[in-house]
């Protein structure tokens, strides 16, 4: 018997120009860059045991109509395109009961000629990566969103000391190192009709500034206080997941060569690293009953 099965169309790359952005400007264009994949649940017990395709809303039509949308409506924050394609679908077709929509969204900044932002070049502002998965189970819909990619680094205020020792362990204690991660954040909306791009932005700097600003004692520590901040910041988010690996940074041994080495040249370990993960909820909620409306990525 055919249990749980999705389809769609995977990482549809959506560029759309908006060429009158500012009215007052001819020529100043804006570019929002997305990677958007559409999937579909339902009914479609038939396409899988006999091939019948009477009801497969197919992949290339899921496609089209990701770009036909960003025409006719634009994108604006990817959250709200998502949940506009998905109301499309669960609306549009009796049997397509819910779905999951994801969308990847690319940053760029413009390129500066003689310190002036030109009006339709750009340049990519790194790796960082806005994410957003969309949900629905019927009407209702559900909104994660997040970040990835995103490398921050501190000279110092972290320590990490008074662990277990055994046969086993070499680690030397540390009162002042180097904490480096890669932050992937996930958020979970609890509420719709948000400004997301101001929660983004908002829920971004906060992420950050708690990196800053903590004396950190372990990373655990750090992705804790970071999901903390943004529960007691934002009450429309109910459930905040990090996945941050530790990117280690050693102090190379220089009394070889006669000289020493007060905490200041140091050698970037791309593997193993640490990778510390964790689930920051707020107390009393009721927990999410669908396992699937809740953050991919880990347990
Ligand atoms: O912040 C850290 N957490 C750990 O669990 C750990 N383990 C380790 O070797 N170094 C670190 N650093």
Known sequence: MLGANQYGKAECRLVRVTRDADPARPGYHEITDLNVTSQ?????????????????VATDTQKNTVYAFAQEFGVGA???????????????????SGGRFEAEQYAWKR?????VPHDHAF???????????VQFDGEEAFVVSGLKDCVVLKSTGSEFHGFPRDRYTTLVETDDRILATSVTAWWRYTELGLDYDALFTGIR?????T?????????QQTIFAMGKAVLEAYPMVGEVKLSCPNKHHFLVD?????????????????????????TIEREGAPAEPRAWATIPGFA
């Open 40 to 56: 579909l649940r339902g009914d479609f017990v038939t396409c899988h045991t006999e091939g019948d395709n009477s009801q497969v």
């Open 254 to 278: 220089l009394s070889p060569f006669g000289q020493e080495n007060p905490n200041e040249v140091f050698y970037a370990a791309d593997r193993p690293y640490g990778l510390i993960q964790a």
């Open 78 to 96: 990817p959250e709200d395109f998502l949940l506009r394609l998905g109301r499309h679908f669960v609306g549009g077709f009796e049997w397509v």
């Open 123 to 133: 340049v990519r502002a790194g790796t960082e990566t806005r994410t957003t998965v």
């Open 111 to 115: 390129i500066g000629v003689d310190g």
């Open 211 to 219: 990196f800053a600003g903590l004396h950190s004692l372990a990373l």
């Open 205 to 209: 700097e906060l992420l950050l500034s």
